[in-house]
């Protein structure tokens, strides 16, 4: 195989010889740039309870414990001492820059969908109700 350098598109050539006589090439894209995806992945649910920032229009609140103002930069909530390895934001659009700096300065953090949380949640209580 003889790898050539990339065209103006953006894909390099891979050419591929199965004889003498008969070539083709194809056409394989280089690394395209990062993206933000949902991936969805099963969690006990109390676990990401007990580590989740919810954050509102301009500030946070604990999962867990409840406690209000928590700034989007801080690793832990004040009260629980809980270190934050989700964050749920309640209009991801509004935040976009807010994550893409998150996703650079801390990459640990796992973003979440605050409305898949939020009717966890509730499923969670109305099944501690009818017990």
Known sequence: MVYRPADA???TRQEIKTD?????????????FERFLRIYKKFYFDEVKAHTLLYGVLSGSCANCKTMDIKLDSPQCPSCKNAFKYIAFMNPRDHWPKMLKIAQERTDVI???YDD???????LRAKDILK
């Open 9 to 11: 598109g953006g894909h």
């Open 20 to 32: 003498d006589t008969i070539g083709f090439y194809v056409i394989m894209p280089l690394m395209s």
């Open 111 to 113: 973003f979440m969908d």
């Open 117 to 123: 949380f939020k009717k966890s949640e509730g499923e």
